[in-house]
């Protein structure tokens, strides 16, 4: 349940082994665009991070490298998070308005694999300035 209260962020990851940093990154960005569509409304939030992923802090401080590749998931923080999806307004409005209502959050989708790349095509995708 996401409407509660959480003392501690904690996450789930699931983890890419092997030694393709390009691919693990190239793998996980379809279902990375589609989890953030699925659960954003729900108050989830996903992230992804590869093997030898460069990065700073919002103060400019170096991040280190993952040992490994992973999809991560935690509760969203929705006065904070909707600033990691400015390049897709529509998904930070539908995060910061996120209500955990207890919808299955897959009803509705189609099962055949042509069917859901054809619904994972339909999302927006990032508006680049």
Known sequence: MTTRRHD?????NIVLLGSHAATHRAL??????ALKHLYGPVGLMF???????????RQGHRIPAPPFSFLTVRCAI?????RFLTDTPDL?????????????VFRGL????KAVKKWASSLLSPQRP
Request: hydrophobic letters at 30%; a negative charge.
């Open 78 to 82: 929705r006065s904070v998070d909707p």
């Open 28 to 33: 996980m960005a379809w279902p990375h665009w």
């Open 110 to 113: 189609p099962y055949e694999w």
């Open 47 to 57: 992230g992804k991070f590869w093997t030898d992923e460069e990065g700073t802090d």
């Open 92 to 104: 930070a409005h539908s995060l910061s308005t996120a209500v955990d209502d207890g919808r299955n």
């Open 8 to 12: 501690t962020l904690v996450c789930e």
